[in-house]
């Protein structure tokens, strides 16, 4: 039983240029989560997603950063224009609902470098 | 909104000590509660969780128990080994909402 998927596990991009990070869901999970990491610090909710729809993108910045679930894929989390404080590790999680009591399953992140 | 308060860490224990995180909620539902653990480089795994008030949850000698009068849900483990050290996450989640999380607490176990 493969768990969350996430590629690639390391990335570096110079400032500028766009990030495209993946995941791939638990199968049988329609749920999707994407959380930020920094440094030292706590995970930071970003987007929910279901299949084409997003739920919640309440923790996404409202510039460069966007987010996909299509019908068939993995699910995209696009960084446009990178900069220095994006440095950070992304941690895609999913679920089979969204039920209080159903918990999410992690991916090992993206650990994205900004140069 | 919702949130969890979590213990600062970082907590450092003798081997075989015991061992005990607070974490508090404020929630405008009726959340289920959950203990994850990320080691060094990974994400992060489910440790245990609780569904309603008064319940355990446990694995791998680690417990934690709802209590809804205190809005608490400490975890407690009776003897720490140093393959314990990690970061705890307390979190929740209400019906149809993401998982919100504490702030994390750095455990380390010393030989």
């Known amino acids: 039983n493969a768990g969350v998927m996430q590629n690639p596990r390391h990335l570096v991009r110079r400032r500028g240029q766009e990030a495209r990070l993946r995941c791939s869901p638990m199968?049988?999970?329609?749920?999707v989560y994407w959380y930020r990491q920094l440094p030292e610090e706590g995970l930071k909710f970003m987007v929910y997603l279901q299949k084409e729809n997003i739920i919640d993108e309440s923790g996404m910045p409202k510039e460069r950063f966007s987010a996909e679930f299509p019908k068939e894929g993995p699910s995209i989390l696009r960084i446009q224009q990178v900069v220095r404080g994006d440095s950070a590790a992304y941690f895609c999680?999913?679920?089979?609902?969204?039920?209080?009591?159903?918990?999410?399953?992690f991916g090992n992140g993206t650990r994205l470098t900004v140069t | 909104g919702d949130s969890v308060t979590q213990m600062e860490g970082p907590v450092t224990l003798s081997e075989e000590a015991f061992l005990t995180i607070n974490c508090t909620y404020t929630a405008t539902g009726y959340p289920s509660l959950f203990w994850y653990v990320q080691y060094p480089g990974e994400g992060l795994q489910l440790l245990l969780k609780a569904t309603k008030a008064d319940d355990k949850g446990s694995n791998k000698g680690f417990e934690a128990t709802y209590r809804k009068e205190t809005t608490s849900f400490h975890l407690e483990k009776g003897s720490v080994q140093v393959s314990d050290s990690a970061v705890y996450f307390c979190a929740l989640r209400t019906d149809g909402n993401k998982l919100v999380f504490g702030a994390g607490t750095i455990l380390r176990v010393k030989s």
């Open positions: 199968k049988g999970h329609s749920h």
């Open positions: 999680a999913s679920s089979s609902s969204d039920r209080d009591n159903s918990p999410l399953h």
